[in-house]
């Protein structure tokens, strides 16, 4: 045990004093080359990660929050059915106006993208406040909600259920009768959206700066270039079949679509991504970390209750790997939170 070989050599009978054992564990990291810094920055990622965590319970939380109040305020008796999805059961859709169903529906996902997602993109590249704790909560809000558009519209081919169970942009899709195939090349298109939305989200994590980025970026590789490209034809692909199989009433199509489409675009920006340079390693300590940690910390949750956060991980790692690929190919920015 560590403990047991730090102490040793000291004498039961007289214990130490404390600037001996912070003497002998320094000595003790220095033979062995255990770095304090390392140690405090898995402190700095954990907490990270905890933010990160809070930012995606209050998003989703405010947003099935917003369908519970309005179909309240339309005279719906909405509940939680669980932690992520508010509605109301299938059997009783016909007891209330269509429109009314349409606003409890639609009004949830344009608050969470126009004022969630957007306000707070604006707000978190302030550099005034890019420093505080505060900020990187906020960036986190924005960089779960902006894109929430393209993943709406990239399941709008689903089965509109009205009850409030089902995709947000679907039951508006089937409130207006949108045929099938016209919301599978909306799919498409938001498969496309979701991914450009990540572009604006890179000054995000990275604020404008005239210094540009270090070393070579793995766009430059031919190899690399090549697989990133070929994963994100393989991601495009499989969108394509699943909303081919939505059209021909095949319900798996929508497993195609989230797990076949976004997997290899993630993959796709990893293997894109510069990961030798110092400021993405910078980045991958503050952001991408705390990302993939903060949203598998609710994976159980996700299991347990049957809800959205079984995959929120999935969703938050396209994001900000998605975001660190635009920023490296940005020359004029650099690293939020950097050291000095």
């Given at each position: 045990?560590?403990?047991?070989?730090?102490?040793?050599?000291?004498?039961?009978?007289?214990?130490p004093?404390?600037?001996?054992?912070?003497?002998?564990?320094s000595?003790?990291?220095?033979?062995?080359?255990?770095?304090?810094?390392?140690?405090?920055?898995?402190?700095?990622?954990?907490?990270?990660?905890?933010?990160?965590?809070?930012?995606?319970?209050?998003?989703?939380?405010?947003h099935?929050?917003?369908?519970?109040?309005?179909?309240?305020?339309?005279?719906?008796?909405?509940?939680?059915?669980?932690?992520?999805?508010?509605?109301?059961?299938?059997?009783?859709?016909?007891?209330?106006s269509?429109?009314?169903?349409?606003?409890?529906?639609?009004l949830?996902?344009?608050?969470s993208?126009?004022?969630?997602?957007?306000?707070?993109?604006?707000?978190?590249?302030?550099?005034?406040?890019?420093?505080?704790?505060?900020?990187?909560?906020?960036?986190?809000?924005?960089?779960?909600?902006?894109?929430?558009?393209?993943?709406?519209?990239?399941?709008?081919?689903?089965?509109?259920?009205?009850?409030?169970?089902?995709?947000?942009f679907?039951?508006?899709?089937?409130?207006?009768?949108?045929?099938?195939e016209?919301?599978a090349?909306?799919?498409?298109f938001?498969?496309?959206?979701?991914?450009?939305?990540?572009?604006?989200?890179?000054?995000?994590?990275?604020?404008?700066?005239?210094?540009?980025?270090?070393?070579?970026?793995?766009?430059?590789?031919?190899?690399k270039?090549?697989?990133?490209?070929?994963?994100?034809?393989?991601?495009?692909?499989?969108?394509?079949?699943?909303?081919?199989?939505?059209v021909?009433?095949?319900?798996?199509?929508?497993?195609?679509?989230?797990?076949?489409?976004?997997?290899?675009?993630?993959?796709?920006?990893?293997?894109?991504?510069?990961?030798?340079?110092?400021?993405?390693k910078?980045?991958?300590?503050?952001?991408?970390?705390?990302?993939?940690?903060?949203?598998?910390?609710?994976?159980?949750?996700?299991?347990?209750?049957?809800?959205?956060?079984?995959?929120?991980?999935?969703?938050?790692?396209?994001?900000?790997?998605?975001?660190?690929?635009?920023?490296?190919?940005?020359?004029?920015?650099?690293?939020?939170?950097?050291?000095?």
């Amino acid at each position: 045990m560590v403990g047991i070989s730090i102490f040793s050599d000291f004498d039961a009978a007289n214990p130490p004093g404390i600037l001996t054992i912070l003497s002998a564990v320094s000595s003790f990291l220095e033979e062995n080359r255990v770095s304090v810094r390392s140690c405090v920055k898995t402190k700095e990622v954990l907490f990270l990660s905890f933010v990160v965590t809070a930012a995606i319970l209050v998003s989703t939380t405010v947003h099935e929050f917003l369908h519970f109040a309005v179909a309240r305020a339309m005279e719906i008796p909405a509940q939680f059915l669980n932690m992520t999805t508010v509605g109301i059961p299938s059997s009783n859709v016909d007891q209330y106006s269509a429109f009314h169903l349409l606003l409890m529906n639609g009004l949830a996902p344009l608050f969470s993208i126009l004022a969630l997602g957007g306000l707070g993109f604006l707000y978190s590249i302030r550099r005034s406040s890019q420093k505080h704790l505060h900020r990187y909560f906020i960036a986190w809000i924005a960089l779960l909600n902006l894109p929430y558009l393209g993943l709406q519209m990239l399941l709008v081919a689903s089965r509109a259920r009205f009850n409030g169970t089902g995709n947000d942009f679907a039951a508006i899709a089937g409130y207006f009768g949108v045929p099938i195939e016209t919301r599978a090349v909306l799919s498409v298109f938001g498969y496309v959206c979701f991914l450009s939305l990540l572009y604006p989200l890179r000054v995000v994590i990275r604020a404008p700066t005239n210094q540009s980025s270090e070393g070579p970026s793995a766009f430059k590789s031919s190899l690399k270039r090549i697989l990133g490209v070929s994963l994100f034809g393989v991601s495009f692909g499989a969108v394509c079949v699943g909303n081919w199989m939505l059209v021909d009433d095949i319900p798996s199509g929508i497993f195609a679509i989230v797990f076949g489409g976004l997997m290899p675009a993630g993959l796709g920006f990893a293997t894109l991504i510069p990961w030798a340079t110092k400021w993405v390693k910078h980045i991958s300590m503050n952001w991408i970390l705390p990302g993939v940690l903060g949203s598998l910390f609710l994976l159980p949750l996700g299991i347990i209750d049957g809800n959205d956060y079984a995959i929120i991980w999935l969703i938050v790692v396209d994001i900000i790997l998605g975001s660190t690929f635009f920023a490296s190919i940005s020359p004029t920015a650099r690293p939020l939170f950097s050291e000095s």
